[in-house]
Structure formats: structure tokens, C-alpha cells
């Protein structure tokens, strides 16, 4: 009987453990036994692992977070990690094994998968979706769906109190979240890690909203810059009533999302299929609407590109006076 392991590992996304119970549930139609491995990486240093019948995953496809656990785990980049993640791997799950996670994820499976002959499959799930390859990862859209109902409601006291607010979301490096949600709640200003901006040119383009609108959003990526420092420069060099309001985890969390559950269930059904055609070190990607795969090295030799132009059009339908 072939015996394969599925783990989640780097940040969590919501749509992980749909994700799980997909490639679970395929799994034992195979005919195969499958172990899930806890806490990524650390599970197999440590052989923290559990065998996964169908019972276990049921009720899960609507959680959020991740029933295996993760835990970031420096060790695995290490050589004597890798070293005891090789030898633990080819002894709990030798036909196979299928990860979970984000960019860093597809690295360490790739780095895996160079150094032992077991066939890796990756599943890309981040709320980053900074993944090259897939058009989208599982947790983006759920992600992306609670901070917007957090800017909406931001929106109203903004208003009220004819205030600026800067709201800060995830995404250390990439601006994809931010971009998205800022367009979609109709935000002034996007700010993202991909591209400069000046406080200066911030200030001047708010005062020339600021007598045409009760209200005004900046949505700031965390990595394009700190918050706090925009908010005290608009501050002391205007009349303008700023605020700061940082949505941090709660867009790590929550019921995933159609699109998500969506994304999960097809990746964790076809990782396993491609085990059962003999595919190995690839990973599951959805482009234009379509199931298709990349090597699982792609990601790390390939960097996702931001569309700018959704940044412009974003300030065009708030309202941005023509320069
Ligand atoms: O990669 C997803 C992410 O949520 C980033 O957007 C965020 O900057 C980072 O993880 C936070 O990492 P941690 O959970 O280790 O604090």
C-alpha cells in the first residue's frame, strides 16, 4: 500500500484545511495510506505525525487556520534540518508527499525534493498571493473579503468624523492584498512595497480630494512603510485629522471563502492525482479559470508582477483630480 503525507507550514491562510481534507478524502479513494505531519517542517525533525482517515477530516472544509498546525521553522534551512526532514520523510511517506503553504513553502519543498527521490507536490495557499505560477492562492479572497468588510466599516466613522484613515493590511513584501481591497473599497490611495512614494506627494494629493470628500481611505501595505510616520507627517503638516487603524491577523483567519474552499478542493484532489500518474516536483496552479501545473522550483525563480494599472484606476474612480 503506497503511503503519502500532506503538511501545511509557513503562515497559515484560511482554506488550508479544505485543503487537507481534499487531499485526505483522494487519498483513501486511492486506496493509499495517508499521514498528516504537524507543525510543517518541525513535524518531521521531530516525527510528529498522525495517520488521516476520512473521519478526521470532517467538519473542516469551513474552518479557518490549519488542523496539522505550523509553526515557521528555521531549522528546515539549515543542512542538518533538511538533513533529519529527508531521512524522517523517506520513512513515513515514501510514494509521496504534498505541501501546503506559501512561497517560502514551495522553496523548502523544492529544496526537498532535490535531495531525496520521494515526489513532492506543492499547493500554494497565502493571503499574499505572491506566488508565481498560479493566478491565485488558497486564503487570498477570503483575505482579501475580511479586510474589506473591515474597510466599509472603517469607512462609516471616517466619514462621520471627516477624517483620513490610513488602513494598514497584510503583506510584508508584496502589495497584491492591498491593491486588491483598496480598489474594491473605493480607497484614494494605495500604497505597496513595489512601488516608491513620496509624503509629500501623499499630502498634496489629499488636500486635493480633501474638500470634495467627507472621507478619505489610504489602504498601506505593512511593507511599504510605516503608518505611523504618514499619519504624524499629514498631521504637523496640515489641518488634516488622521488616523491609523492596523487590521493584522483577523485577515489570517475566518471561514474560508467560495474561492477559496473552491481553490483548496480542486489543488488537494489533482496533488493527488498527479501521484497517482507518477508526477512528481510540481506544483497545483489555477490560470484564467484552468487546472495547470508548474516545477516546483517556478515560484522561486520567477517573481509575481504587480498590475500597476489597477493602483491608477483605483485613484481615477475615487475621484483623483487629473495632473
Ligand atoms: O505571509 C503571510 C503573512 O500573513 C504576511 O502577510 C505577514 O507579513 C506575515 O505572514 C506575518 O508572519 P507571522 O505570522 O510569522 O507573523
Known amino acids: 500500500m503506497k503511503k503519502i503525507a500532506v503538511t501545511t507550514t509557513g503562515g497559515d491562510a484560511p482554506g488550508m484545511n479544505a485543503a487537507i481534507r481534499a487531499v485526505v478524502r483522494s487519498a483513501n479513494f486511492a486506496g493509499w495510506k495517508i499521514f498528516g505531519v504537524k507543525r510543517g517542517w518541525w513535524g518531521f525533525i521531530e516525527n510528529d505525525f498522525i495517520h488521516l482517515r476520512n473521519g478526521d477530516v470532517s467538519g473542516v472544509i469551513a474552518r479557518g487556520g490549519t488542523i496539522l498546525k505550523t509553526h515557521r521553522c528555521p531549522l528546515s534551512r539549515t543542512k542538518e534540518g533538511m538533513a533529519a526532514i529527508v531521512r524522517n520523510l523517506k520513512k513515513i511517506a515514501p510514494d509521496g508527499l504534498i505541501v501546503i503553504g506559501g512561497d517560502g513553502s514551495m522553496s523548502a519543498a523544492y529544496e526537498v525534493s532535490k535531495r531525496c527521490a520521494v515526489p513532492v507536490i506543492g499547493i500554494p495557499a497565502s493571503i499574499d498571493n505572491d506566488i508565481a505560477g498560479t493566478d491565485e492562492t488558497i486564503g487570498f479572497d477570503t483575505a482579501i473579503n475580511t479586510a474589506l468588510y473591515a474597510i466599509d466599516k472603517i469607512r462609516d466613522t471616517a466619514t462621520s468624523h ?156 475615487a475621484g483623483k483630480k487629473y495632473e
Not at 473605493?186 to 513595489?194: M, N, R, Y
Not at 499619519?231 to 492596523?246: G, L, M
Request: glycine share 8%; proline share 3%.
Open 162 to 317: 471627516e477624517r483620513v484613515f490610513i488602513v494598514e493590511v497584510m503583506g510584508r513584501s508584496r502589495g497584491f492584498l492591498a491593491t486588491s481591497v483598496g480598489l474594491a473599497s473605493g480607497a484614494e490611495i494605495i500604497l505597496v512595497p513595489e512601488i516608491k512614494w513620496r509624503k509629500e506627494r501623499i499630502l498634496k494629493t489629499l488636500l486635493s480630494f480633501e474638500r470634495r470628500k467627507s472621507s478619505l481611505i489610504i489602504v498601506m501595505a505593512e511593507g511599504a512603510g510605516s503608518s505611523e510616520e504618514l499619519a504624524s507627517y499629514i498631521s504637523s503638516n496640515s489641518k488634516i485629522h488622521v488616523r491609523v487603524s492596523k487590521l493584522g491577523y483577523i485577515q489570517r483567519g475566518g471561514s474560508p471563502s467560495v474561492d477559496s474552499r473552491f481553490l483548496a478542493s480542486i489543488f488537494g484532489y489533482e496533488a493527488v492525482r498527479l501521484l497517482k500518474g507518477g508526477r512528481k516536483n510540481l506544483m497545483c496552479c489555477w490560470v484564467r479559470d484552468r487546472f495547470k501545473t508548474v516545477p516546483i522550483d517556478y515560484p522561486a525563480k520567477h517573481r509575481k508582477k504587480l498590475d500597476r494599472k489597477l493602483i491608477l484606476i483605483s485613484e481615477v474612480l
